[in-house]
């Protein structure tokens, strides 16, 4: 409930012109990977939606359940944008991700597929769309074995990218505040740009 009081600030504050527009911090590279349903899905599919990203894998025992959680939670908080604004998971473990598992894994959390995808693909091609493109850390340290969960890492910040392709913003999920700053900031460049 708190937040839903937050959010009518935030539009009221948007409405007044208080608010700073979220800076733009550099454009993405086109990127294609394959969605839970096992179609092509990328910047192109993208284009003219504002999405916020995140870096998850299914199998991952710490961080991932809850920044998932609150991927959710935004989900919930942004639901009057509908499909205007969309959500992307990507995995930093896509071998073992596969469309299948990112369905499964999505259901538990009760993913709208309609707005929040979840991408696999070429562990290579995500490494560097995560790490040169989003700026974001991901990887694996080096030698460890396949099952070796806690050597994956990857960073716990929402992004949020304007539908141009764009980054306007990186966020701290571990944050309740940064959170509700995205949130703010997702409605208002999916208004200026609806």
């Known amino acids: 409930m708190a937040s839903l009081g937050f959010m009518g600030v935030a539009i009221h ?21 394959t969605r839970q349903d096992g179609q092509p899905f990328g910047l192109k599919q993208l284009r003219g939606h504002p999405f916020i990203a995140n870096f998850i894998f299914t199998r991952c025992p710490t961080v991932c359940p809850v ?18 604004l969309q959500l992307v998971s990507f995995s930093v473990d896509p071998a073992y991700d596969t469309p299948e598992r990112l369905t499964e894994y999505a ?18 091609t995500l490494k560097d769309t995560i790490v040169q493109g989003f700026k974001i ?13 806690l ?7 929402f992004v949020l990218v304007d539908g141009t ?9 571990a944050d309740p505040e940064a959170t509700r700053k995205l949130e703010a900031d997702a409605f208002r460049i999916t208004r200026e740009e609806g």
């Open 13 to 33: 504050d948007l409405v007044q012109g208080r608010s700073q527009p979220p800076p733009r911090l550099g454009a993405l590279p086109d990127f294609t990977f």
């Open 67 to 84: 920044f998932t959680q609150k991927m959710a939670r935004v989900q919930g908080n942004t639901a009057k944008l509908g499909t205007d």
């Open 107 to 124: 259901k538990k959390y009760q993913a709208d597929f309609t707005r929040w995808n979840f991408l696999t693909g070429d562990y290579v």
């Open 151 to 157: 050597s994956i890492f990857h960073g716990t910040h």
């Open 165 to 173: 392709g764009e980054i306007r913003g990186y966020y701290d999920s």
């Open 137 to 149: 850390s991901m990887g694996r340290e080096p030698g460890a074995a396949e099952d070796d969960l």
